[in-house]
């Protein structure tokens, strides 16, 4: 008898899971919190898609992992021009505790947030440890990357 709430519960948690994960965040450059030291940059960006709806701004990237295994995949803001209209990121994640291979991975991190400055938002730069891909969210197409925002520093703060 006391089976049937509890599986209620749990496939309702499973079902509801993805939408409280797609819950916009905070920008970035608004948080005082410093950048998590133990997130590991990826090592390469296959693609970088970007837009707004809504006034919530949106972004995907295509991005290979150093191995199989990481998690935390995220976005941490860099430190660059506030007047520049270039909001530029790395692509970073937890590295797994045992690396069994070194093998590239794919992975995709996709990201919404709900207080950008979206008047003053015209490209997105993502950068990993060898390439960087930018997206113009004004033109809706790929981009070079031009800024010279510098990543930021474990313990440093926004």
């Given at each position: 008898m006391h089976r049937f709430p509890?599986?209620?519960?749990?496939?309702?948690?499973?079902?509801?899971?993805?939408?409280?994960?797609?819950?916009?965040?905070a920008w970035p450059w608004k948080s005082k919190a410093p950048p998590d030291p133990a997130l590991?940059?990826?090592?390469h960006i296959e693609g970088v898609t970007a837009g707004v709806a809504e006034g919530t701004v949106s972004?995907?990237?295509?991005?290979?992992?150093?191995a199989p295994g990481?998690?935390?995949l995220q976005l941490v803001s860099r430190m660059g021009d506030p007047n520049d209209r270039?909001?530029?990121?790395?692509?970073?994640?937890?590295?797994?505790?045992?690396v069994t291979?070194?093998?590239?991975?794919?992975?995709?991190?996709?990201v919404s947030y709900a207080d950008a400055?979206?008047?003053?938002?015209?490209?997105?730069?993502?950068?990993?440890?060898?390439?960087c891909l930018a997206y113009s969210v004004k033109?809706?197409?790929?981009?070079?990357?031009?800024s010279r925002a510098v990543p930021q520093k474990p313990g440093e703060m926004h």
């Open positions: 509890a599986m209620l519960a749990a496939i309702t948690l499973f079902v509801a899971a993805p939408v409280f994960a797609a819950s916009p965040q590991a940059a990826l090592s972004i995907s990237v295509k991005a290979m992992a150093p990481y998690t935390e270039i909001f530029a990121f790395d692509a970073r994640g937890r590295a797994p505790q045992q291979s070194q093998v590239l991975t794919p992975v995709t991190i996709e400055p979206i008047a003053k938002l015209e490209v997105i730069e993502v950068y990993s440890n060898d390439n033109d809706s197409k790929p981009v070079e990357c031009t």
